[in-house]
């Protein structure tokens, strides 16, 4: 099973190098590596070019304007060739050097996608702030505006082919929508994987402050409305709730 694994940057020069040698360092090695780079200029691209010969043709790369996040990844997810897609974001990185191998080996022909866990680090001094498991999710709380840690999704290109690629109008909420869209509305088969698979680190556009939450939760709602998801505002908020009690008594 060839896995292809997209990275989205723009401007991470600081932090991308961690990025990539946690994809070196993975056991399981049948990888396609897309880099999808919006445009940067603070020598990312002389990180991309240092790193480009050392994975031995399966990186990949471009460099170009963006709408934004979700429009990179619909281009890195346009390009796979793999069986199975997952992303990895500039400022993250595998928790495990066998989180690929336990993807392989866990896919099975009746299963389309997989998730389990990530954590969150401060971003100075990596110090583990939050836990977030996919552990506690089902497909109808997407009502609750709850879904599981997108960082750990790993979907069949199939999925993407026949059901579409990400919103990309969503600034914050895309994740949130292709989770409700195939796991609620097109029950996709899945499965949960208890395992801290990426680590995290705090200051992505979801969680830099109270404003883009509430744009966050008000995307969900649109979101649901557009898929036939029967909500409303006050079941939407509800993930906060779901989000702290988690913080507080879930654990590893």
Known sequence: MKISIITATFNS???????????????YKDIEYWVIDGGSTDGTLDVIRKYEPVFDGRMHWISE??????????????????????????????????????????????????????????????????????RLFRPWMVRLGYMPPHPSLYLRRSAYEKYGLYEANYKISADFEIIARLLYKYKIPYKYVH???????????????????????????????????????????????????????VKR
């Open 65 to 134: 304007p963006d709408k934004g996040i979700y429009d990179a990844m619909n281009k890195g997810v346009s390009r796979c060739t793999g069986d199975v897609i997952g992303l990895l974001n500039s400022d993250d990185f595998y928790t495990t050097k066998d989180v690929l191998e336990l993807i392989a080996t866990t896919f099975s022909p009746e299963i389309d996608a997989i998730y389990g866990d990530v954590h969150f680090v401060s971003i100075d001094d990596e110090k583990r702030v939050r836990y977030y498991s996919g």
């Open 195 to 249: 395992r801290d698979m990426v680590t995290m680190r705090m200051g992505g556009v979801s969680t830099q402050n109270i404003r883009a939450r509430i744009v966050g939760a008000e995307e969900d709602l649109d979101a649901c409305k557009k898929l036939g998801v029967w909500t409303c505002r006050p079941l939407i908020y509800m993930k906060f709730i779901i989000k702290q009690a988690q913080a507080m008594f």
């Open 13 to 27: 020069a600081q932090t991308i190098e961690r990025t990539f040698q946690s994809v070196l360092n993975q056991t």
